[in-house]
């Protein structure tokens, strides 16, 4: 019998679609108006910060600096045709104005770098920063409200593999994958009782850990779009998993590991990539199947 998908999108009818396809583990979803406000929140955040980042200071000051560059490559690559004094003394005008659109770009970027600096030392946000994000934080705790989703110190982010398809003629499932790489999500597991919980904020899932029969070792290559980590993808603890980036920018893996669950005649997986399988153990504590029929 074929496993069903735990955490699952389907992109059949929307293309753009994020949202986790309903199971019978499903418990809760946040309303139509949380969500709208969620996403016009996230919107109105952007703006401001983009706003505070003061681009055309940065902007310019990319610009003066290759601007600065062209011209010292040209002055070099006249050097071969002519001797020195003859390039600087024909083109002294143009290396000056090359030098000085260099350092100006320099100081912008400076002055850009200081401001950054200044307003991340500062308690205080700019105001329409600070105003959209209260708003942010208010969606954020009418979410949990919603989702009766336990303490931040009770949950645990771990990140998995969801399957992300489209419904065939034959009313079979086709795989997407977007440039070949699985896109990774963060969901938060917690342990309730005899169950094992997980969210990703739009719907809760919840699950007896009795249905949970164990787990299947995947020893293959696979891509993932996206590193979420706040540690780099090959140093401290992920620097064992051996993870590599491509000329595209997407990061190659080895191991990951399928998850099964049993409900009735069904049964679903969960992929959870090697590097965070340990945290989901330590919550999970499934038995190893390689090797079962």
Not at 128 to 138: C, K, Q, R, T
Not at 233 to 258: C, M, P, V, W
């Amino acid at each position: 019998m074929a496993e069903k998908h735990l955490i699952a999108v389907n992109l059949t009818d929307n293309k753009k679609n994020e949202y986790f396809d309903d199971t019978p583990f499903t418990t809760a979803r946040i309303s139509p108006a949380t969500r709208e406000a969620r996403e016009k929140g996230s919107k109105e955040f952007a703006k401001a910060a983009m706003k505070s980042m003061k681009l055309p200071l940065l902007l310019g000051g990319y610009i003066l600096i290759g601007l600065g560059l062209i011209v010292l490559m040209g002055f070099l690559k006249a050097l071969p045709e002519t001797d020195f004094m003859t390039a600087l003394s024909n083109g002294k005008w143009l290396l000056i104005g090359g030098a000085v659109s260099a350092a100006v770009g320099g100081v912008l970027l400076i002055l850009h770098k200081r401001g950054q600096k200044k307003q991340d030392e500062s308690e205080d946000l700019p105001d329409d920063m600070d105003e959209s994000l209260n708003s942010l934080e208010a969606v954020s705790r009418r979410i949990k409200v919603e989702l009766d989703h336990p303490e931040d110190e009770q949950v645990t982010g771990i990140e998995v593999l969801p399957y992300r398809y489209k419904s065939t003629a034959d009313e079979d499932t086709k795989e997407v994958l977007n440039s070949g790489c699985f896109e990774n999500t963060e969901v938060f597991f917690w342990q309730e009782g005899d169950y094992l919980c997980f969210t990703d904020y739009e719907c809760v899932q919840k699950l007896p850990k009795a249905a949970v029969e164990g787990y299947y070792t995947v020893d293959a290559k696979y891509k993932i779009s996206y590193w979420w980590k706040d540690e780099e993808f090959n140093k401290g603890e992920y620097a064992r998993y051996g993870i590599k980036q491509d000329s595209e920018g997407n990061y190659k893996l080895h191991t990951y590991y399928r998850v099964v669950i049993r409900e009735g005649e069904d049964r679903y997986e969960i992929r959870v990539p090697a590097y965070d399988f340990d945290k989901f153990q330590e919550i999970a504590g499934a038995a190893c199947l390689d090797g079962v029929i």
